[in-house]
């Protein structure tokens, strides 16, 4: 997996590659459309997340239980961990955050365009 390509394991990104899935099967579109259909879910996720568009803030607690750095990608695991967002909190006894250097993949756009 491309370090760009994380949507695709949000709950919408499963359930376009389901879809997707299925219709390659019954022949209803070939693989080569799902492989476009999926490149464009990450670019347009990427621009979605890029822009001004999405302006909830919110704050995480929880306790650290591991951290990595690989490749301009930080992955945390928080164990206990709440979110709240607004005035709604929500607990969750483990999760995964991955976070990526957006302004590397832009970078490499741009200068992949001028090839």
Same mark, same amino acid.
């Given at each position: 997996?491309?370090?760009? /390509? #994380?949507?695709? =394991?949000?709950?919408?990104? %499963?359930?376009?590659?389901?879809?997707?899935? /299925?219709?390659?099967?019954? $022949?209803?579109?070939?693989?080569? #459309? +799902?492989?476009?259909?999926?490149?464009?879910?990450?670019?347009?996720?990427?621009?979605?997340?890029?822009?001004? #568009?999405? =302006?909830? =803030?919110?704050?995480?607690?929880?306790?650290?239980?591991?951290?990595?750095?690989?490749?301009?990608?930080?992955?945390?695991?928080?164990?206990?961990? %709440?979110?709240?967002?607004?005035?709604?909190?929500?607990?969750?006894?483990?999760?995964?955050?991955? +976070?990526?250097?957006?302004?590397?993949?832009? $970078?490499? =756009?741009? %200068? %992949?365009? /001028?090839?």
């Amino acid at each position: 997996m491309g370090t760009y /390509e #994380l949507y695709r =394991k949000s709950s919408i990104g %499963s359930s376009l590659t389901d879809s997707l899935d /299925e219709l390659v099967i019954s $022949r209803t579109i070939s693989p080569i #459309l +799902a492989v476009k259909v999926l490149m464009q879910f990450d670019q347009s996720m990427r621009d979605v997340f890029s822009t001004n #568009l999405v =302006k909830v =803030k919110s704050r995480i607690k929880g306790h650290l239980h591991t951290y990595r750095f690989c490749d301009h990608v930080w992955t945390f695991i928080l164990e206990n961990a %709440s979110f709240k967002i607004k005035s709604r909190v929500i607990s969750v006894d483990r999760v995964k955050i991955v +976070a990526c250097d957006a302004k590397l993949f832009y $970078r490499w =756009k741009t %200068s %992949s365009e /001028e090839l």
